[in-house]
């Protein structure tokens, strides 16, 4: 029986803390024992398998009596995390101790000072990598054991630092819950009134610069075709750059930006509500939207980031030469007359990106990683 300590952000439904929910569901109870510490506590926390223990960050564990424990640890100089980690390794006895994402503090310099092997699970990239100090990256780097990158291309950033143990999990997703509720779907595109001849292309994820929210006024502007609207799914910041991009559309553009919001249960719907989908991120590890897209059978138009050029294939999608407006318009041109044959070749090519493909090989992995001496 071997047993894994997972320290992880808040097990809510991003795809990085799905894929993790979903090994630690997979595991064989009978092989594994499992023990997952959150910093936050997220919407899968409380849906974790019943036999895996687990507990919140004395900082945000709701328990007042933990929140003074803190304060107390931190007036003796005590670094509270590392405290419960010690008491954690003390009671549990792991045989592994796995980061999911860079962002733990300081869990390379905690892992070498509690003498345990620590896995780090990649799933950033250079942007992300500006999130951390320069010695906790550089000690989270060194300290781990192995470091597995959610996507070819962190696998090939990991590289550039010579750490000699670096595997290959991709991401993936449960295609078993992207069915979309065709009534709620034609209820959506009649409440933001779309025609039944408008092609809509989505966009999915926070309006940022990095998600190339500011494309938009251009990309507008060069669509000639009034009835192309761009759907854009996801975070609304309170920020300069959307009253921006908003202001330009509405009064330059009028009707042809349709801002849905962050979406949670429906969010597969208003997906679906969409004719093609957009990638404009100036940088994406993986961009497991691509791949959902991709499923319910929209044709992909993408900057060449994440795994873009792995997966789309000239049957349901086009991958641009460069990361500019007029590459894009190029590809979205390509793209608009593939909605037939998208129908069946992206949910064949996503299926590779399932869990059921996916988590054997992952557990496999773990297996190898912690045979390995």
Known sequence: MKKIL???????????????????????????????????????????????????????????????????????????????????????????????????PRIGELAARLNIKLVTHVHELSYAFGFISSNAFSSLISNSAVCIGCSPAVVKALGKLNHPNIRLQSSFIDLSVLKPDHEKVWQIRKGMGIDDGDFIWAVAGAA??????????????QLKDPQEKILWIGRQPDDGLYHYVKHIAEHHYPGRLLMAGPQGSEYVNYLAAANGFLVL??????????????????????????IAEHFLTPAFGCVTACSTPEAMINAMGKVRGLTLSARTAGPEAASAYDVSEQLPKFKKLMEEILEDK
């Open 208 to 221: 940022t610069y990095m998600k190339g929210f500011d494309l938009l006024p251009e990309l507008l502007e």
């Open 281 to 306: 991120s100036r940088e994406e590890s993986f961009s497991l939207v691509m791949v959902e897209a991709a499923a319910l059978g929209l044709p992909v138009a993408a900057f060449p980031v994440g």
């Open 6 to 104: 997972f320290v992880t952000q808040d097990m809510a439904r991003t795809g990085s803390e799905m894929v993790l929910w979903h090994l630690i569901r997979g595991l064989d109870p009978a092989q594994f024992t499992s023990y997952v510490l959150c910093l936050r506590r997220g919407e899968l926390y409380d849906l974790l398998p019943i036999k895996v223990e687990k507990s919140i960050a004395y900082k945000d564990s709701g328990k007042k009596s933990l929140r003074i424990k803190r304060k107390f640890l931190q007036f003796r100089g005590i670094n509270p995390l590392e405290h419960q980690l010690r008491e954690i390794i003390e009671t549990f006895r792991p045989d592994l101790m796995y980061a999911n994402t860079i962002v733990i």
